[in-house]
T-cell receptor, first 113, second 112 residues
Framework: GDSVTQMEGPVTLSEEAFLTINCTYT??????LFWYVQYPGEGLQLLLK?????DKGSNKGFEATYRKETTSFHLEKGSVQVSDSAVYFC????????????FGTGTKLQVIP | DTAVSQTPKYLVTQMGNDKSIKCEQN?????MYWYKQDSKKFLKIMFS???????INETVPNRFSPKSPDKAHLNLHINSLELGDSAVYFC???????????FGEGSWLTVV
């Protein structure tokens, strides 16, 4: 079945540091890939997505590229801020049928001033 | 306007009680979900409905029963609550399957 593996946290960075959160997946078809973010006390919200190989999703300075050859969708940001502190979830969804979205286990990011 | 709203946001109740969490979405989506998030932030799907029809029912105790009176509402009823039911329950919706999921703000359930 489908699965998503993302790096364990917590990840602690200083403000303005470079961020990478790794995400790899296994899927039988050609899934869409997502990053969701959950701020403290809130629900998840979509951060960015990519629907086919080599697509780059970007939003709020974050970006991730759909790499089919390495089955990866790593999240990056060049300069993190304290306000980026949250839990980040990688997810995939297979097209067609009644497919559920498969989430990774989440990576907690803490940015310190 | 809140896109996916769920009530109550916080619920503290005793073991053995029965409780319900209500969810409504005003996005016009045809698919709704219930997810459970444990203390380690692990997110697990419980149920999914498409146009009021149950399409995903993961391994969830029979004490949990979803009800969808129309495609804009998906309520979750829990019978005979147990300590292990303590978690955050998220309602969500999407247009068709596999598209972006919109989450509610969560319902924090504590069973004592």
């Amino acid at each position: 079945g489908d699965s998503v593996t993302q790096m364990e946290g917590p990840v602690t960075l200083s403000e303005e540091a470079f961020l990478t959160i790794n995400c790899t997946y296994t899927a039988t078809g050609y899934p869409s890939l997502f990053w969701y973010v959950q701020y403290p006390g809130e629900g998840l919200q979509l951060l960015l997505k990519a629907t086919k190989a080599d697509d780059k999703g970007s939003n709020k300075g974050f970006e991730a590229t759909y790499r089919k050859e390495t089955t990866s969708f790593h999240l990056e940001k060049g300069s993190v801020q304290v306000s980026d502190s949250a839990v980040y979830f990688c997810a995939l969804s297979e097209p067609g049928g009644y497919q559920k979205v498969t989430f990774g286990t989440g990576t907690k990011l803490q940015v310190i001033p | 306007d809140t896109a996916v709203s769920q009530t109550p946001k916080y619920l503290v109740t005793q073991m053995g009680n029965d409780k319900s969490i209500k969810c409504e979405q005003n996005l016009g989506h045809d698919t709704m979900y219930w997810y459970k998030q444990d203390s380690k932030k692990f997110l697990k799907i419980m149920f999914s409905y498409n146009n009021k029809e149950l399409i995903i029912n993961e391994t969830v105790p029979n004490r949990f029963s979803p009800k969808s009176p129309d495609k804009a509402h998906l309520n979750l009823h829990i019978n005979s609550l147990e300590l292990g039911d303590s978690a955050v329950y998220f309602c969500a919706s999407s247009q068709d399957r596999g598209n972006t999921i919109y989450f509610g703000e969560g319902s924090w359930l504590t069973v004592v």
